[in-house]
């Protein structure tokens, strides 16, 4: 299927982060849809996640310190499948280093099978090779997305999981509107590597690789 045609569930988690004896958890997620290479601004999921009296990683970002009493009384990520179901099974699923959310979907629903995945910052690299930096808040920035992230996420500030989650699909979108990836599949993106230490996947549309 065409990347232009397809649905899209983009997400992210913000994460305690590791210490030791305590492994690394979500402590928020947030989802937006995204359809015909746009982002549905009005569709859009989060929610806080209970980790319990934890300590957090003292580098790990995020307001997480301002809410550690919603935390304590937040759903699990397991009780909310109900939610989360139609928005995870059955269509493409986006991340920006996707390894995390990936891990923390699986790990929480193993039962189920989810994907393919789409990792937008395999795709930064892909398409800005020499920008200095691929992290998503200076992707944002450089290419000009951040007054509409700031309109649609008013009140938000980067490192909450919604407002990443919506910096990632204007990012997508973005990407899929430059004139070299017109026509591009949703196996094209789940396959595309930038070559930072690997190579592509098998079948992988050359139009996303450069060594």
């Not at 957090?56 to 009780?79: I, M, Q, S, T």
């Not at 986006?94 to 995390?100: D, L, M, S």
Request: charged share 20%; with cysteine.
């Amino acid at each position: 299927m065409l990347a232009s045609e397809a649905q899209f569930t983009v997400l992210d988690f913000e994460s305690t982060g590791s210490v030791e004896g305590f492994a690394n958890e979500p402590w928020q997620i947030g989802m937006v849809f995204f359809a015909s290479g746009r982002v549905v601004g009005d569709c859009s999921f989060s929610s806080l996640l209970r980790v319990g009296q934890r300590p957090f990683n003292p580098y790990a970002p995020g307001r997480h310190a301002l809410v550690r009493e919603e935390l304590a009384v937040a759903p699990l990520l397991a009780d909310l499948w109900p939610l989360l179901s139609s928005w995870l099974v059955g269509r493409a699923l986006v991340a920006h280093h996707a390894a995390t959310e990936r891990k923390f979907v699986g790990e929480t629903f193993p039962l189920h099978g989810f994907g393919p995945w789409v990792d937008t910052l395999e795709l930064a690299r892909i398409a800005y090779p020499a920008s200095p930096s691929h992290r998503l808040e200076d992707l944002t920035e450089t290419l000009g997305l951040e007054p509409r992230l700031r309109e649609r996420c008013s009140g938000l500030a980067p490192h909450d999981a919604l407002y990443d989650a919506v910096a990632c699909a204007l990012l997508l979108e973005h990407l899929l509107g430059l004139p070299q990836w017109q026509g591009v599949s949703v196996a094209d993106l789940a396959a595309a590597r930038s070559g930072w230490g690997r190579g592509p996947r098998p079948g992988a549309d050359h139009r996303l690789w450069r060594a």
